[in-house]
């Protein structure tokens, strides 16, 4: 008997509901550009299949799906489902401005071993205009010859296609998708999921998140990016909601679009990792706010990246003129490997003694959900007012995020070093094993059973689990994110989460740009001239920044990190916005800003700045994890 597929759910919505409009395209300007309901997609994607067909695809086989945000995309992945095609969602690079992120490209369709690539006709024009293909890329690598499809222009004679005729997996582990990780601690890889994973990530949403197909959504998430392809895409699909989708680069012009769209179309969800909300608040005005309603937002998810307090409190507060209700506010942990989620709804804040957390212990200071007044939790009532009130001025803040809900899934924490389980006031790496957990890396045996079948030791437990990477504790029952274990720095002995001190150089000076910070360990210099360094990369607001305001910069960064880390000895980089590598999703890439800051070439405009002595001043010991 044939396996069940995400299909299946998309065709429950055709039979009931074919006229229902599922995805509403948002331009530029606010306006509804285009729409896509359960029928129109079912005949657009059957086209694809029946394309693919014709064309000798195979169940199986991998193509790479290369579109800009728009209906083009949805009916490729859907006919791509038909065919038993497995589809890769990348960012295609942009023609327009020359090499750029082509390597990201170029590596998933050489991993993947791609038949092609499947397009739309707006894009292969611009990509033949700008003379990509055959191109070398930044790294060197020759674009692979490799057929391009278009597929907005398909048009089968066929009335009676339609999804009944799609591709039948033969069991609910067959593979359905492959989706490339955003590669911000490393090489992107890309995550095999089944159908299985689809079937149940979308019945845990339902549940969890109290998901209906009259929920209605708003989201400017890249399409090819987990979040959005996963917790978004295969939930309408699967008849969760509706969306509204912007551009993320429309968004990244006016981010005031967003909430615009949410107020017109009486949304009442949304979702984006927290950099955004920070930059909504910085780029509209109480004028703006005033004008919208979003009294029937119920959720306002963050994911995708540490939650912090400073961006929430400041988010509601001024977005109270809006009817936004603090409560709906969702603190989300997932990754794609976990097909996505694995906690939601967090609802707890957990104040710890940071120095303690940097050596895995949890120290409980006190609880933002307390109350306003900040009152000191139990942890810390005893302590006389001098030690209680230095604590609280070192203390550090955190999100829960979420309580562990879907059907069999179990979530621990174990020392990363020894595969032990941790105790429970230790901090350690977030272990998973739930029905979402993906097969594993494509194309990467050996890899795979090291991360995603990993057996507890010195314990009874026999399952086995995803290694998550994600540094964590349990409190009030939720997970608790504090960091990754790449982006840890060990200085004499004690951990600094990347987050942490990115956080605290964020607000340091007037001049640094808020989203464009990096804090990594980099070894420069060769023999034995190489020692390991704290290098700290930011970015400045105003590209005519001169000399002595990035020396300011520079002082106020030492300072900070040594008031709120104890933390000396930095070399601080100091260059123009770019400075700072990102994945595709936005995601600092601190690994790659070590090896520009040891191999070059850093941007024009960019100072480097070691310390006055770096062997008196630090004696430092350094480690990146």
Same mark, same amino acid.
Request: a negative charge; hydrophobic letters at 40%; charged letters at 25%.
């Given at each position: 008997?044939?396996?069940?597929?995400?299909?299946?759910?998309?065709?429950?919505?055709?039979?009931?509901?074919?006229?229902?409009?599922?995805?509403?395209?948002?331009?530029?300007?606010?306006?509804?550009?285009?729409?896509?309901?359960?029928?129109?997609?079912?005949?657009?994607?059957?086209? /694809?299949?029946?394309?693919?067909?014709?064309?000798?695809?195979?169940?199986?086989?991998?193509?790479?799906?290369?579109?800009?945000?728009?209906?083009?995309?949805? /009916?490729?992945?859907? +006919?791509?489902?038909?065919?038993?095609? @497995?589809?890769?969602?990348?960012?295609?690079?942009?023609?327009?401005? %020359?090499?750029?992120?082509?390597?990201?490209?170029?590596?998933?369709?050489?991993?993947?071993?791609?038949?092609?690539?499947?397009?739309?006709? +707006?894009?292969?024009?611009?990509?033949?205009?700008?003379?990509?293909?055959?191109?070398?890329?930044?790294?060197?690598?020759?674009?692979?010859?490799?057929?391009?499809?278009?597929?907005?222009?398909?048009?089968?004679?066929?009335?009676?296609?339609?999804?009944?005729?799609?591709?039948?997996?033969?069991?609910?582990?067959?593979?359905?998708?492959?989706?490339?990780?955003?590669?911000?601690?490393?090489?992107?890889?890309?995550?095999?999921?089944?159908?299985?994973?689809? $079937?149940?990530?979308?019945?845990?949403?339902?549940?969890?998140?109290?998901?209906?197909?009259?929920?209605?959504? /708003?989201?400017?998430?890249?399409?090819?990016?987990?979040?959005?392809?996963?917790?978004?895409?295969?939930?309408?699909?699967? =008849?969760?909601?509706?969306?509204?989708?912007?551009?993320?680069?429309?968004?990244?012009?006016?981010? +005031?679009?967003?909430?615009?769209?949410?107020?017109?179309?009486?949304?009442?969800?949304?979702?984006?990792?927290?950099?955004?909300?920070?930059?909504?608040?910085?780029?509209?005005?109480?004028?703006?706010?005033?004008?919208?309603?979003?009294?029937?937002?119920?959720?306002?998810?963050?994911?995708?990246?540490?939650?912090?307090?400073?961006?929430?409190?400041?988010?509601?507060?001024?977005?109270?003129?809006?009817?936004?209700?603090?409560?709906?506010?969702?603190?989300?942990?997932?990754?794609?490997?976990?097909?996505?989620?694995?906690? =939601?709804?967090?609802?707890?804040?957990?104040?710890?003694?940071?120095?303690?957390?940097?050596?895995?212990?949890?120290?409980?200071?006190?609880?933002?959900?307390?109350?306003?007044?900040?009152?000191?939790?139990?942890?810390?009532?005893?302590?006389?007012?001098?030690?209680?009130?230095?604590?609280?001025?070192?203390?550090?803040?955190?999100?829960?995020? &979420?309580?562990?809900?879907?059907?069999?899934?179990?979530?621990? $924490?174990?020392?990363?070093?020894?595969?032990?389980?941790?105790?429970?006031?230790?901090?350690?790496?977030?272990?998973?094993?739930?029905?979402?957990?993906?097969?594993?890396?494509?194309?990467?045996?050996?890899?795979?059973?090291?991360?995603?079948?990993?057996?507890?030791?010195?314990?009874?437990?026999?399952?086995?689990?995803?290694?998550?990477?994600?540094?964590?504790?349990?409190?009030?029952?939720?997970?608790?994110?504090?960091?990754?274990?790449?982006?840890?720095?060990?200085?004499? %002995?004690?951990?600094?989460?990347?987050?942490?001190?990115?956080?605290?150089?964020?607000?340091?000076?007037?001049?640094?740009?808020?989203?464009?910070?990096?804090?990594?360990?980099?070894?420069?210099?060769?023999?034995?001239?190489?020692?390991?360094?704290?290098?700290?990369?930011?970015?400045?607001?105003?590209?005519?920044?001169?000399?002595?305001?990035?020396?300011?910069?520079?002082?106020?960064?030492?300072?900070? @990190?040594?008031?709120?880390?104890?933390?000396? &000895?930095?070399?601080? /980089?100091? %260059?123009?916005? =770019?400075?700072?590598?990102?994945?595709?999703? =936005?995601?600092?890439?601190?690994?790659?800003?070590?090896?520009?800051?040891?191999?070059?070439?850093?941007?024009?405009?960019?100072?480097?700045?070691?310390?006055?002595?770096?062997?008196?001043?630090? %004696?430092?010991?350094?480690?990146?994890?």
């Amino acid at each position: 008997m044939a396996a069940l597929s995400i299909l299946d759910l998309f065709a429950a919505q055709l039979d009931e509901h074919p006229d229902r409009e599922l995805f509403t395209f948002v331009d530029k300007h606010g306006k509804d550009r285009a729409r896509l309901t359960a029928a129109s997609i079912a005949r657009d994607a059957a086209d /694809v299949r029946l394309f693919l067909d014709s064309e000798g695809f195979a169940p199986g086989d991998r193509v790479v799906l290369a579109y800009p945000p728009g209906p083009e995309f949805i /009916v490729a992945l859907v +006919g791509c489902l038909m065919a038993g095609v @497995l589809p890769a969602a990348v960012l295609p690079p942009d023609p327009r401005h %020359g090499r750029g992120n082509e390597d990201g490209f170029v590596s998933a369709v050489l991993d993947c071993e791609a038949r092609a690539v499947l397009t739309s006709t +707006g894009y292969d024009r611009l990509r033949k205009l700008a003379t990509v293909a055959g191109a070398v890329t930044r790294s060197g690598r020759r674009w692979p010859d490799i057929p391009w499809h278009r597929t907005d222009r398909l048009a089968y004679d066929d009335p009676e296609e339609g999804p009944r005729e799609w591709h039948r997996p033969e069991s609910d582990d067959e593979p359905a998708l492959l989706q490339y990780t955003s590669g911000s601690t490393g090489t992107a890889r890309g995550v095999v999921m089944s159908h299985r994973n689809l $079937i149940a990530e979308a019945a845990s949403n339902a549940a969890d998140y109290g998901l209906v197909p009259s929920e209605v959504g /708003v989201t400017w998430l890249p399409h090819y990016h987990d979040f959005c392809l996963i917790n978004v895409i295969m939930n309408v699909l699967s =008849g969760n909601l509706r969306i509204y989708m912007l551009s993320p680069l429309d968004f990244l012009r006016s981010p +005031g679009l967003w909430f615009e769209t949410m107020s017109r179309v009486g949304a009442t969800e949304t979702h984006a990792p927290n950099f955004a909300y920070d930059l909504v608040v910085r780029r509209t005005t109480p004028e703006q706010r005033a004008r919208w309603d979003l009294s029937r937002v119920r959720m306002v998810m963050s994911a995708a990246e540490p939650v912090l307090a400073r961006t929430v409190d400041t988010f509601f507060r001024e977005f109270a003129a809006t009817g936004l209700r603090p409560e709906t506010f969702c603190p989300t942990y997932g990754l794609a490997e976990a097909c996505v989620s694995v906690t =939601g709804w967090g609802r707890s804040r957990v104040t710890v003694d940071p120095e303690a957390l940097s050596l895995g212990k949890v120290i409980r200071v006190e609880d933002g959900a307390v109350g306003e007044d900040g009152a000191a939790g139990a942890d810390c009532a005893a302590e006389p007012d001098g030690a209680r009130k230095d604590r609280r001025r070192r203390a550090a803040t955190y999100f829960g995020c &979420g309580k562990v809900t879907k059907p069999g899934s179990r979530v621990r $924490i174990i020392d990363p070093d020894t595969c032990e389980p941790c105790g429970p006031d230790q901090a350690g790496e977030i272990w998973v094993d739930s029905e979402t957990k993906a097969l594993g890396y494509y194309g990467r045996e050996a890899e795979s059973r090291e991360v995603f079948y990993a057996a507890v030791a010195g314990d009874t437990d026999t399952r086995r689990y995803l290694r998550t990477g994600d540094l964590g504790f349990f409190a009030d029952g939720e997970i608790v994110i504090t960091g990754r274990i790449k982006d840890m720095i060990v200085v004499r %002995g004690r951990n600094h989460h990347a987050e942490d001190l990115e956080e605290s150089v964020r607000l340091c000076h007037p001049d640094v740009r808020p989203g464009g910070i990096a804090v990594t360990a980099a070894t420069p210099g060769d023999g034995e001239d190489r020692a390991e360094q704290v290098v700290v990369f930011v970015e400045r607001r105003d590209a005519a920044t001169d000399e002595a305001t990035a020396e300011e910069i520079v002082a106020a960064v030492r300072h900070r @990190l040594r008031l709120d880390h104890q933390l000396t &000895g930095v070399t601080v /980089v100091v %260059g123009p916005k =770019g400075l700072v590598a990102k994945t595709t999703s =936005g995601k600092v890439r601190r690994r790659t800003c070590a090896q520009l800051y040891v191999s070059g070439p850093l941007p024009e405009g960019t100072s480097v700045h070691p310390p006055a002595d770096s062997r008196r001043e630090s %004696g430092i010991e350094v480690s990146a994890c």
